[in-house]
């Protein structure tokens, strides 16, 4: 699974008509190079390695750091079940 950046850009801004950073304020963002893979854990004192997860992408502000995670499964940038091509 991979799309580029112009890709995830604009199912963003599809769903995200005007954004602001909570924290500051501005209104500018970058797209980061990479995706996040966010474990969903059983038991709050154990760490466990595979199984579910919620894979993101993430923006982030380009005054403050602030960092905004969004599931691709909710752009519907994931691949569906039984298909080969995401789409």
Same mark, same amino acid.
């Given at each position: 699974? =991979?799309?580029?950046? @112009?890709?995830?850009?604009?199912?963003? *801004?599809?769903?995200? *008509? @005007?954004?602001?950073?909570?924290? $500051?304020? +501005?209104? @500018?963002?970058?797209?980061?190079?990479?995706?996040?893979?966010?474990? %969903?854990? @059983?038991?709050? #004192? =154990?760490? *466990?390695?595979? /199984?579910?997860?919620?894979?993101?992408?993430?923006?982030? $502000?380009? +005054?403050? /750091?602030?960092?905004?995670?969004?599931?691709? #499964? *909710? %752009?519907?940038? %994931?691949?569906?079940? #039984? #298909?080969?091509? /995401?789409?």
């Amino acid at each position: 699974m =991979s799309y580029n950046k @112009r890709e995830i850009a604009q199912e963003l *801004s599809e769903k995200i *008509s @005007r954004i602001t950073c909570p924290m $500051c304020q +501005n209104n @500018r963002f970058v797209l980061a190079d990479g995706y996040f893979n966010n474990q %969903l854990q @059983r038991d709050i #004192g =154990s760490y *466990s390695i595979g /199984g579910a997860g919620i894979p993101t992408v993430a923006i982030i $502000c380009e +005054n403050c /750091g602030f960092v905004s995670q969004h599931a691709l #499964g *909710s %752009l519907g940038l %994931l691949p569906k079940k #039984g #298909g080969n091509d /995401g789409k």
